[in-house]
């Protein structure tokens, strides 16, 4: 089944202490991109990458890393989680820059 | 500055009450506009997309329109399984490959 996975789904943890949502798909897709959801904010673009070791930042990439070693990996870390970035993330994939994405389930975390 | 806006934040429709969602935009050029559901707690689900002004689509009771500011979610006859919200999202021709959400329309039909 073609399809976007993102683990953990759920995760509360503490100011301070480095974490990594991982982020794959199986449809062979270029294009990955990470978004946080907040209520009456939307989606936002945090990072995005068009290929294999190539990522840029989107509209609010302050306190996040992204690689992209494999094609279909895109793990978003959080060097230094703060209470700000509690959110609702989500992992999306499109088989090319500027086309329809798909996007995963979802990460709901909290930062305490 | 690359914006997105949707309108009305909430609808409330009866069954067969037929009703349109906006989403109009401002980008230095389009590249594509796309149209999604999202259901409570889950990730968006693609439903269009539109390129060119005049251009629509259609699925089911869902019909996507477009013109060069602006697009519309015609629901014809919604029923109750159509609630969700519905969003917005544009893709501009500049430089970067960046993706702007609108902050969503959140549609209620009663039954």
């Known amino acids: 089944e073609a399809q976007v996975t993102q683990n953990p789904r759920y995760l509360i943890t503490v100011t301070g202490k480095k974490l990594t949502v991982t982020c794959s798909q199986n449809?062979?897709?270029?294009?990955m991109s990470w978004y946080r959801q907040d209520p009456g904010l939307g989606l936002r673009q945090i990072y995005y990458s068009m290929n294999v070791e190539v990522t840029d930042k989107g509209d609010v990439p302050e306190g996040y890393k992204v690689s992209r070693k494999e094609k279909r990996n895109f793990p978003l870390i959080l060097e230094s989680p703060s209470p700000n970035q509690t959110s609702l993330y989500f992992c999306?994939?499109?088989?090319?820059?500027?086309?329809?994405?798909?996007f995963g389930p979802g990460t709901r975390l909290t930062v305490l | 500055e690359d914006q997105v806006t949707q309108s009305p934040e909430a609808l409330r429709l009866q069954e067969g009450e037929s009703s349109s969602l906006n989403c109009s935009y401002t980008?230095?050029?389009?590249?594509?506009l796309f149209w999604y559901r999202q259901d409570p707690g889950k990730g968006p689900e693609f439903l269009f997309t539109l390129y060119s002004a005049g251009e629509e689509k259609e699925k089911e009771r869902l019909k996507a329109t477009l013109t060069k500011k602006e697009s519309f979610l015609h629901i014809t006859a919604p029923k109750p399984e159509d609630s969700a919200t519905y969003l917005c999202?544009?893709?501009?021709?500049?430089?970067?490959?960046?993706?702007?959400f609108g902050t969503g329309t959140r549609l209620k039909v009663l039954a």
């Open positions: 980008v230095s050029g389009l590249r594509g």
């Open positions: 999202a544009v893709t501009p021709t500049s430089g970067t490959y960046k993706y702007i």
């Open positions: 449809m062979n897709h270029e294009y």
């Open positions: 999306a994939s499109s088989l090319y820059r500027g086309d329809e994405q798909f």
